[in-house]
T-cell receptor, first 111, second 117 residues
């Protein structure tokens, strides 16, 4: 089992749709959680941190479920520009800010 | 507004050659990291540093060395390049976790594409 696991997709959705991604992690004591976005042949960029109570940033909502060891990302009103790979990122062991990256979920938003 | 800068952006090497990748950050971050990204594998940590003069091994350190002589720079060296080291290399930096900063995201450079023939 991978330490941070994501459905690779691709998720193909029409513009305006709502889409959700889940990610599971292996260590129940994990400390920090993030969603990153990576465009093709570009560097990963922080999309949002994930807080215990859940948090929202515009059209994006992140949730953390510690009991089930997963985090989720919800994108509402999808835009063409949301097409990218979304990386689930976890500080599994709480040391030196070392992060473990999922392999990503690819999203393609179409007209 | 540079953030994290990596040089070079592209390089082709022959097997057995050596080279150094340079990472520079201007955000006064204590922590710096080198990753490689391969198709289907996600980012894997090669080496990291928690401060000037200190380095540590990550998940896949074999065949690489690093140095952090200055806080703002983190160098990744390949002593004898092998085709298995063909990859995209990313450098990242972050602040030190502390009170009120439990979540410390990493900021990435735009990558170095390295091909070993």
């Amino acid at each position: 089992r991978k330490e941070v696991e994501q459905d690779p997709g691709p998720f193909n959705v029409p513009e305006g749709a709502t889409v959700a991604f889940n990610c599971t992690y292996s260590n129940s004591a994990s400390q920090s959680f993030f969603w990153y976005r990576q465009d093709c042949r570009k560097e990963p960029k922080l999309l949002m941190s994930v807080y215990s109570s859940g948090n929202e940033d515009g059209r994006f909502t992140a949730q953390l479920n510690r009991a089930s060891q997963y985090i989720s990302l919800l994108i509402r009103d999808s835009k063409l520009s949301d097409s990218a790979t979304y990386l689930c990122v976890v500080n599994l062991y709480g040391t030196a800010s070392k992060l473990t990256f999922g392999t990503g979920t690819r999203l393609q938003v179409t007209l | 507004n540079a953030g994290v800068t990596q040089t070079p952006k592209f390089r082709v090497l022959k097997t057995g050659q050596s080279m150094t990748l340079l990472c520079a950050q201007d955000m006064n971050h204590e922590y710096m990291y080198w990753y490689r990204q391969d198709p289907g594998m996600g980012l894997r940590l090669i080496h990291y540093s928690v401060g000037e003069g200190t380095t540590a091994k990550g998940e896949v350190p074999d065949g690489y060395n690093v140095s952090r002589l200055k806080k703002q720079n983190f160098l990744l060296g390949l002593e004898s390049a092998a085709p298995s080291q063909t990859s995209v290399y990313f450098c990242a930096s972050s602040r030190v976790p502390g009170q009120g900063y439990s979540n410390q995201p990493q900021h990435f450079g735009d990558g170095t594409r390295l091909s070993i023939l």
